[in-house]
């Protein structure tokens, strides 16, 4: 058996945070939603009560992904299992890549299907 480790080829893509946010406006008794990676606070005068009302803010944050290489590099795996009665299989994974565990009897078939579709790999 080898290990071949194929590297994620695109540049990490900025992916943004999305997350289903909920707050209490206890002032105007209304239940407030947003969409968005996080809340904050920020704390202003009302000037009619002369007291301080928290004012929510929704922050935009983004995360670094490989998901588009990691979907076509998988594609290309369930594809060779379905062409060929094979024994490969995946043995770890990591934001750099993905190591395969190969047979030796299929490594060379495995090597240039890589090489043919521009994956960039290494044999462990």
Known sequence: ?????????????????EN???????INHKMLNFVGSRLVFSYKLDKKTNKYQ??????????????VEQKSLNNWYNNYLNYHNSGIS???????GI???VPDEELDN???????????FSVI
Request: proline share 7%; glycine share 2%.
């Open 1 to 17: 058996m080898a290990d071949v480790f194929v590297r994620f080829k695109n540049p990490q893509v900025q992916k943004p945070i």
């Open 20 to 26: 289903a946010l909920c707050w209490y406006d206890h």
């Open 54 to 67: 928290m004012i929510p803010e929704v922050l935009h944050e983004t995360r670094p992904s490989n998901q």
């Open 90 to 96: 995946i043995s770890g994974q990591d934001d750099n």
């Open 99 to 101: 190591v395969f565990e």
């Open 110 to 120: 495995v090597l240039y299907d890589l090489d043919r579709i521009s994956f960039r």
